[in-house]
């Protein structure tokens, strides 16, 4: 009731207008035709006048009120002269008001509107506020899409930089510019940038009711609110965009991370997840930070991870109380390190001291928005705030594929990708995201930092080469397994005879070697899915 009486009165005082209009316009035009009629018996009489017709004393009034002054026809009758005053001061009121309603519709919303009715059938892309992410991923949808309109839901500061690509800055909600779309074309994009803006401005009100895919930025682990509302991670997306273009090298078996506020805890996130490079790898990962709520969240860990200490059999959290200033060998000999604190001058702060002070052999790379010469840096903007980052449109598809691989491969019942839950679409998420590692182990090539249709298709000719022998293709399972162990494991599941979601227990968390010969095979899914892509990409 309250929201319906709400409604009510929004509407009210906009038909009350309308209708005050309409009043106004009908006065104007009686008032109108009652002068052109006057004029017209005040002249024809009279033997001199040249305006002896009614569409004569039309003509008359049009040449007087646009100020055109033809000269052709004037009134010689007193009666005649007086309504031509009055026109002529029409004349010039109508003047003033009509430059007036241009100047309004170029510096207002008219104009826009009227430039957006044309563009109906091309990709609109609309911004709930323009700032600094916002612009980054603006002109990155518009260098990767021909067809992009991109509009920002608020008027242009006069002190703004206009950006470097074509824009709308339009003061209108979402609901108003999916009606100007009038549903041509593809479905309105909507980008809520800020940071958990979903809950608090007021034009997320509604989306869920609109036509449109919505985006929104958040700091909690949720992906869906509704059908057409999905969340992005800013410290999420910097993680995944870090490990895939500094991917983690067998080489490597020390790492070490400073700062584990948002980017810090993503990145070990990310690490736990897709840093599976062998089933036989010990890497350690040497955290400095606090992780007492970290620890407290993923308490199964310990079932896949050496906690507290280094260990040669598999790979090792360590999580340090104490400041990393005194931890001088083992910065020495860290293979790499990352800083990462959320606040970037401290960041700065730490890498100038760790060059001034320290001896590193080992890599160092800063999460920095700033670029600077001799420095590793990443975590910029333009990285980020990409379109496949953003909308996750190729790893959604990759992920897609290969929950139909899986159904097919098994012979019990399965859910197809709609009827998946958020945290199983994630599992299959997770899988797509380790295909660059995949990659990488089928080549043998540690360079590869993002993958073609060419790379790619080298890689599944080899899979399809190896895997026939027995011990390679147990290899290649053996690998996805552990990938698969450590995403449930990170989501606090553990063993049990029977599959229970609710229980968050699963009888395939276990060993490699306990596994049945068809839990074995869904392990190749992950795998298949290069022969897919060689066809899609």
Same mark, same amino acid.
């Given at each position: 009731m309250i929201k319906k009486a709400t409604e009510k009165g929004d509407t009210y005082p906009m038909k009350r207008r309308k209708r005050i209009y309409l009043y106004m316009t009908v006065i104007l035009l009686f008032?109108?035709?009652?002068?052109?009629?006057?004029?017209y018996f005040s002249e024809y009489t009279s033997n001199s006048a040249s305006i002896r017709t009614f569409g004569d004393a039309f003509w008359y009034s049009l040449v007087t009120l646009t100020t055109v002054g033809y000269g052709d026809l004037t009134p010689v009758t007193p009666l005649g002269h007086a309504v031509g005053v009055v026109f002529l001061f029409l004349s010039a009121g109508m003047m003033m008001t009509l430059f007036g309603a241009v100047i309004s519709f170029v510096t207002s919303e008219g104009l826009p509107f009227l430039m957006l009715g044309f563009q109906r059938k091309k990709n609109w892309y609309y911004f709930a506020d323009y700032g600094a992410e916002a612009n980054t991923l603006a002109g990155n949808?518009?260098?990767?899409?021909?067809?992009?309109?991109i509009i920002f839901g608020e008027k242009r500061d006069e002190?703004?930089?206009?950006?470097d690509y074509p824009c709308l800055f339009i003061s209108a909600s979402p609901a108003r510019i999916v009606a100007c779309k009038k549903g041509t074309g593809s479905e309105c994009k909507i980008f809520l940038m800020k940071e958990n803006d979903i809950g608090v401005n007021s034009r997320a009100i509604d989306l869920h009711k609109l036509p449109v895919k919505v985006y929104a930025r958040t700091t909690n682990g949720h992906d869906h609110l509704s059908g057409n509302i999905n969340f992005f991670h800013s410290y999420d997306c910097c993680a995944r965009q870090y490990w895939r273009s500094r991917a983690l090298c067998s080489h490597e078996n020390t790492i070490i991370l400073i700062g584990f506020g948002n980017y810090g805890r993503c990145i070990l996130e990310r690490a736990i997840l897709t840093n599976i490079i062998s089933a036989d790898q010990h890497v350690a990962y040497h955290i400095f930070g606090d992780a007492g709520e970290f620890l407290a969240m993923h308490s199964h860990l310990h079932e896949m991870f050496s906690m507290g200490e280094e260990s040669e059999k598999r790979d090792s959290l360590i999580f340090h109380?104490?400041?990393?200033?005194?931890?001088?060998?083992?910065?020495? #000999?860290a293979d790499r390190i990352i800083i990462c604190p959320d606040d970037e001058p401290e960041g700065w702060n730490i890498f100038w001291r760790l060059d001034q002070y320290y001896?590193?052999?080992?890599?160092?790379?800063?999460?920095?928005?700033?670029?600077?010469?001799?420095?590793?840096?990443?975590?910029?903007?333009?990285?980020i705030y990409t379109p496949n980052q953003i909308m996750r449109t190729a790893l959604n598809r990759a992920a897609i594929t290969i929950n139909e691989i899986f159904c097919r491969s098994v012979s019990y019942p399965t859910l197809s990708w709609d009827e998946l839950d958020d945290f199983h679409r994630e599992s299959k998420i997770t899988a797509a995201d380790h295909i660059l590692m995949k990659i990488r182990i089928l080549l043998k090539d540690e360079t590869i930092t993002d993958f073609t249709t060419e790379t790619v298709e080298k890689a599944y000719q080899k899979y399809c080469e190896t895997k026939t022998d027995r011990?390679?293709?147990?290899?290649?399972? #053996?690998i996805d397994h552990l990938r698969w162990l450590r995403f449930y494991t990170f989501y606090n599941w553990s063993y049990g005879p029977v599959r229970d979601d609710a229980a968050r227990v699963h009888p395939m968390l276990c060993s490699y070697t306990e596994l049945s010969a068809e839990q074995k095979k869904e392990r190749d899914a992950a795998w298949e899915l290069l022969g897919s892509f060689s066809v899609e990409r």
């Amino acid at each position: 009731m309250i929201k319906k009486a709400t409604e009510k009165g929004d509407t009210y005082p906009m038909k009350r207008r309308k209708r005050i209009y309409l009043y106004m316009t009908v006065i104007l035009l009686f008032l109108y035709v009652g002068l052109v009629t006057l004029l017209y018996f005040s002249e024809y009489t009279s033997n001199s006048a040249s305006i002896r017709t009614f569409g004569d004393a039309f003509w008359y009034s049009l040449v007087t009120l646009t100020t055109v002054g033809y000269g052709d026809l004037t009134p010689v009758t007193p009666l005649g002269h007086a309504v031509g005053v009055v026109f002529l001061f029409l004349s010039a009121g109508m003047m003033m008001t009509l430059f007036g309603a241009v100047i309004s519709f170029v510096t207002s919303e008219g104009l826009p509107f009227l430039m957006l009715g044309f563009q109906r059938k091309k990709n609109w892309y609309y911004f709930a506020d323009y700032g600094a992410e916002a612009n980054t991923l603006a002109g990155n949808i518009y260098k990767e899409d021909s067809e992009a309109v991109i509009i920002f839901g608020e008027k242009r500061d006069e002190q703004m930089e206009f950006p470097d690509y074509p824009c709308l800055f339009i003061s209108a909600s979402p609901a108003r510019i999916v009606a100007c779309k009038k549903g041509t074309g593809s479905e309105c994009k909507i980008f809520l940038m800020k940071e958990n803006d979903i809950g608090v401005n007021s034009r997320a009100i509604d989306l869920h009711k609109l036509p449109v895919k919505v985006y929104a930025r958040t700091t909690n682990g949720h992906d869906h609110l509704s059908g057409n509302i999905n969340f992005f991670h800013s410290y999420d997306c910097c993680a995944r965009q870090y490990w895939r273009s500094r991917a983690l090298c067998s080489h490597e078996n020390t790492i070490i991370l400073i700062g584990f506020g948002n980017y810090g805890r993503c990145i070990l996130e990310r690490a736990i997840l897709t840093n599976i490079i062998s089933a036989d790898q010990h890497v350690a990962y040497h955290i400095f930070g606090d992780a007492g709520e970290f620890l407290a969240m993923h308490s199964h860990l310990h079932e896949m991870f050496s906690m507290g200490e280094e260990s040669e059999k598999r790979d090792s959290l360590i999580f340090h109380e104490e400041i990393w200033e005194t931890n001088h060998t083992l910065l020495e #000999r860290a293979d790499r390190i990352i800083i990462c604190p959320d606040d970037e001058p401290e960041g700065w702060n730490i890498f100038w001291r760790l060059d001034q002070y320290y001896k590193i052999c080992g890599q160092i790379h800063l999460h920095s928005n700033r670029k600077a010469p001799g420095v590793s840096y990443f975590g910029t903007n333009e990285e980020i705030y990409t379109p496949n980052q953003i909308m996750r449109t190729a790893l959604n598809r990759a992920a897609i594929t290969i929950n139909e691989i899986f159904c097919r491969s098994v012979s019990y019942p399965t859910l197809s990708w709609d009827e998946l839950d958020d945290f199983h679409r994630e599992s299959k998420i997770t899988a797509a995201d380790h295909i660059l590692m995949k990659i990488r182990i089928l080549l043998k090539d540690e360079t590869i930092t993002d993958f073609t249709t060419e790379t790619v298709e080298k890689a599944y000719q080899k899979y399809c080469e190896t895997k026939t022998d027995r011990s390679v293709q147990d290899m290649y399972r #053996r690998i996805d397994h552990l990938r698969w162990l450590r995403f449930y494991t990170f989501y606090n599941w553990s063993y049990g005879p029977v599959r229970d979601d609710a229980a968050r227990v699963h009888p395939m968390l276990c060993s490699y070697t306990e596994l049945s010969a068809e839990q074995k095979k869904e392990r190749d899914a992950a795998w298949e899915l290069l022969g897919s892509f060689s066809v899609e990409r």
